[in-house]
T-cell receptor, first 111, second 117 residues
Framework: GENVEQHPSTLSVQEGDSAVIKCTYS??????FPWYKQELGKRPQLIID?????GEKKDQRIAVTLNKTAKHFSLHITETQPEDSAVYFC??????????FGAGTTVTVRA | GAVVSQHPSWVICKSGTSVKIECRSL??????MFWYRQFPKQSLMLMAT?????????EQGVEKDKFLINHASLTLSTLTVTSAHPEDSSFYIC?????????????FGPGTRLTVT
């Protein structure tokens, strides 16, 4: 089955700086890569996703890049704000079906 | 749109009893629903996939006789934890998708916190 690895497990950044989280996947058939933000005790919220026919996608301060050859994808958050503090999960799936999640990254934005 | 609810939001039960958790899609028909378990400070682990009107497909290592899943309608799936034990204490989250075999975003419920004493 799919194995998704995520790094780092924790990330502390100064407000205004950028944060980068990286994930690798094992199943070359995976073609859908969403990123979720989860606050303590809450449901995961989709913040951005990318499909395998695209190399990069951007939505305001958030961007995701995908390298199919290397089987890795990354989340970039620019101009971080305190409200960006949360746990972020990457995931991978084939045709949007079963999601395999990474272990998560706890992001802390220092004011 | 695309709202998924879960009930109850939290439950405390005694060891040996059974607990039922409901997952409802409020404004769309969910052909497929997924059940996840999340232990503290850990990731979401898929337990099973349920399609309306058919038996659920369980992930390796998940006991189907312990975690009973019923997807009786296009808007409701239930997870029953039978003979619960303290190690079953966890955050259970469902998700739902309108599409068959994918091709659609998964919408997550708010989760159910289960504590077994």
């Amino acid at each position: 089955g799919e194995n998704v690895e995520q790094h780092p497990s924790t990330l502390s950044v100064q407000e205004g700086d950028s944060a980068v989280i990286k994930c690798t996947y094992s199943d070359s058939a995976s073609n859908y890569f969403p990123w979720y933000k989860q606050e303590l005790g809450k449901r995961p919220q989709l913040i951005i996703d990318i499909r395998s026919n695209v190399g990069e996608k951007k939505d305001q301060r958030i961007a995701v890049t995908l390298n199919k050859t290397a089987k890795h994808f990354s989340l970039h958050i620019t101009e971080t704000q305190p409200e960006d503090s949360a746990v972020y999960f990457c995931a991978a799936s084939v045709n949007d079906y079963k999601l395999s999640f990474g272990a998560g990254t706890t992001v802390t934005v220092r004011a | 749109g695309a709202v998924v609810s879960q009930h109850p939001s939290w439950v405390i039960c005694k060891s040996g009893t059974s607990v039922k958790i409901e997952c409802r899609s409020l404004d769309f028909q969910a052909t497929t629903m997924f059940w996840y378990r999340q232990f503290p400070k850990q990731s979401l682990m898929l337990m099973a996939t349920s399609n309306e009107g058919s038996k659920a497909t369980y992930e390796q290592g998940v006991e189907k006789d312990k975690f009973l899943i019923n997807h009786a309608s296009l808007t409701l799936s239930t997870l029953t934890v039978t003979s619960a034990h303290p190690e079953d204490s966890s955050f259970y989250i469902c998700s739902a998708t309108p599409g068959t075999s994918g091709s659609s975003e998964q919408y997550f419920g708010p989760g159910t916190r289960l504590t077994v004493t």
